[in-house]
C-alpha cells in the first residue's frame, strides 16, 4: 500500500475513534459539553430559605384620627404627671358677632368650663336663642353646674327659665338686692344662693361681691397661672371700679364681658383706658355694651393685648 494511504488510513481511525469517545463522554456528563436542549437534564436553581424571603407588601391601615372627647383630655408630661386642662372660656350671647354660625340678640352670657365643673355666667335674654347657640356649639345645657347671674336686667337673667326647664339641678348665685320675683323663679327649681359679699363660688372662681346701687351687680374673678381672669355683664358700677376690686387679689390679665360705655364721650372712655392701665390689666376683650366708638378706642390703646369679643368667642388660658 502506497504510503499516502496509509498514512490517510491511520487518521481517518484516529478520527472516528475521537468521535466515538467524545458521544460516550456527553452521554456518562450531560452537562461537560455546554448546555442541552433537553429538559430532562435542566441543572435545577438554587433556592431561598423561607426565613429570609422577604415580606409581602401590604397597603398601611389609614391612621384613625384622635376623637375630640379623647383631644380634651389632659396629657401626660415627660416626668409622668398630668398637666391640667386650661380654663375654656366661650361667648355663648352677646349682641356682636364672632361666629356666624350662631344668632345675635342683645344680651351676654360666658360659658366658663373649669373641667369638672361648668359655670354660666348670665344666661341673655332670650331662653331660645341661648339654648340654639349652646347646641350650635355642642354644649349641653345638663353640663352646667353653676349659673352667677351679675345683675337684674332682662338682657342678663332672660335665659334663666329655659335652662331651668332644662336642668334641674343647678347652683344660682345673685346679688341679695335682686327682686324677690327672680329669687323665687329661682328657687323653686335650683340652690339659690344670695351673694351679699366678696364670695367663693367653686375652686378657683369667685363673686367679687355686689357692688353698685342702679343696679347692683357682682361680676367674676377667675384665678389662672396668667393672673386673674374678670369677667363683668355690664360693668354699670364702672369697669375700672370692678378691676379695681379684683386687684385686690392679685394681678389681672383679661377683663372680659360688657364695660357699658355706650354712651360715653370720647374724653371719658380715655379716662377708663388710663384707668384700666394703671391698674395694669394686660388685656381687654370688650363686648356687648362696651359700644363701638369704645372698643375702636380699646383696640387703638391696647394693641395686640386687644381680643375682638363676640358671639362664639372662644378664650383657653392655663391655669
Not at 53 to 76: G, H, I, K, M, N
Not at 281 to 295: F, K, M, N, Q, Y
Amino acid at each position: 500500500m502506497p504510503r499516502g494511504s496509509r498514512g490517510r488510513l491511520w487518521a481517518f481511525a484516529l478520527g472516528a475513534a475521537g468521535c466515538m469517545l467524545l458521544l460516550c463522554l456527553g452521554h456518562q456528563a450531560p452537562g461537560l459539553l455546554g448546555p442541552t436542549d433537553s429538559t430532562d437534564t435542566a441543572i435545577p436553581q438554587p433556592t431561598v430559605p423561607p426565613a429570609t424571603r422577604p415580606a409581602p407588601v401590604v397597603d398601611a391601615e389609614p391612621v384613625s384620627t384622635v376623637p375630640p372627647e379623647a383631644a380634651a383630655q389632659p396629657s401626660a408630661a415627660p416626668d409622668g404627671s398630668v398637666d391640667e386642662e386650661p380654663i375654656r372660656l366661650t361667648i355663648v350671647y352677646d349682641n356682636r358677632p364672632a361666629d356666624p354660625r350662631l344668632r345675635t340678640a342683645w344680651g351676654f352670657a360666658c360659658w366658663i368650663d373649669l373641667g369638672e365643673t361648668v359655670v354660666l355666667f348670665d344666661t341673655g335674654g332670650d331662653g331660645a336663642t341661648l339654648l340654639e347657640n349652646l347646641a350650635a356649639l355642642g354644649f349641653d345645657p345638663d353640663e352646667i353646674d353653676i349659673v352667677v347671674l351679675s345683675h337684674a336686667h332682662d338682657d342678663h337673667t332672660g335665659g334663666l327659665q329655659a335652662l331651668l326647664d332644662a336642668n334641674d339641678q343647678l347652683e344660682v348665685y345673685l346679688p341679695g338686692a335682686f327682686p324677690e320675683y327672680l329669687k323665687a323663679r329661682a328657687r323653686e327649681r335650683a340652690v339659690l344662693v344670695e351673694v351679699d359679699g366678696r364670695l367663693q363660688i367653686t375652686e378657683g372662681v369667685w363673686s367679687l361681691g355686689p357692688m353698685g346701687t342702679s343696679p347692683v351687680e357682682q361680676a367674676l374673678a377667675i384665678e389662672t397661672s396668667q393672673g386673674l381672669v374678670v369677667v363683668t355683664g355690664c360693668a354699670h358700677p364702672g369697669v375700672a371700679a370692678v378691676a379695681g376690686s379684683a386687684r385686690e387679689m392679685g394681678r389681672i390679665h383679661l377683663v372680659l364681658g360688657g364695660f357699658h360705655l355706650g354712651d360715653q364721650s370720647a374724653v371719658e372712655i380715655d379716662s377708663v383706658i388710663r384707668q384700666l392701665q394703671l391698674l395694669e390689666v394686660e388685656r381687654v376683650a370688650p363686648s356687648h355694651c362696651t359700644g363701638d366708638l369704645a372698643i375702636g378706642m380699646f383696640a387703638e390703646a391696647f394693641g395686640q393685648a386687644y381680643i375682638e369679643a363676640g358671639v362664639g368667642m372662644a378664650l383657653q388660658i392655663p391655669r
